[in-house]
């Protein structure tokens, strides 16, 4: 399949995910520990409460992204490759990417559907761990709640963090490589091509 069989809906949707994710991963860089401490620089707080509200903007974006999942059988194949042809794709993809081989664009599962499929599942986590952190610190009005409450969402979205910057780099990585290869690939960006 070409890269024009991905339905103009999820172009946007991923071109959105791009956007509000990168503003997440880059963010959070600049506001740890700024809990009502004094001499913290104002924008770090201004940060802190945007990462919060583009954090719920993401969250919902994985939610569509998800009724999009549920709607199309085809891109729960892509996405989760795990049977018949699909899976079969992935050694395929693996034995040509060791020869040099990219993979072909468009929803047909294998080693990039399997990839994306792993993405959706660590950014919906991450969405997931700080939707819970952010209902927590509204309910204690703004300030960190208990440790008793917090900490296990916090190790699970600092964990995930993690996961999600390595994937966020890998995913440019190869993007980029297949758009030395064919830069028509690049047109997943452009929605209503």
């Known amino acids: ?7 103009s809906q999820l172009k946007w949707l991923h071109a959105a995910l791009a956007v509000l994710v990168t503003f997440q991963l880059f963010s959070q860089l600049k506001m740890h520990a700024i809990w009502k401490h004094v001499g913290v620089a104002p924008y770090q707080h201004v940060l802190y409460w945007a990462h919060m ?31 018949g042809v699909h899976r079969g794709r992935i050694w395929d993809d693996l034995r040509h990417s060791l020869r040099g081989v990219l993979p072909e664009g468009g929803m047909r599962g294998g ?3 399997l990839v994306h499929g792993l993405g959706i599942l660590v950014v919906t986590a991450m969405g997931l761990s700080g939707i819970l952190m952010f ?24 964990l995930v963090a993690n996961l999600l910057w390595a994937y966020w780099g890998g995913h440019i990585a190869m993007a980029l490589l297949h758009a030395l290869k064919n830069p028509r ?4 960006f452009v929605p209503g091509i």
Do not use: C, N
Not at 137 to 144: E, N, Q, R
């Open 111 to 113: 080693l990039p559907g």
């Open 53 to 83: 509200l583009l954090g719920t903007m993401t969250f919902l974006v994985i939610l569509l992204f998800w009724h999009q999942i549920f709607l199309s059988r085809d891109l729960r194949l892509h996405l989760f490759p795990y049977v």
């Open 185 to 188: 690939i690049l047109r997943i």
């Open 135 to 158: 209902y927590l610190i509204l309910s204690a009005h703004g300030v960190k709640p208990a440790a008793t409450y917090y900490e296990f969402p916090k190790s699970i979205h600092s």
């Open 1 to 7: 399949m070409e890269e024009s069989a991905w339905p």
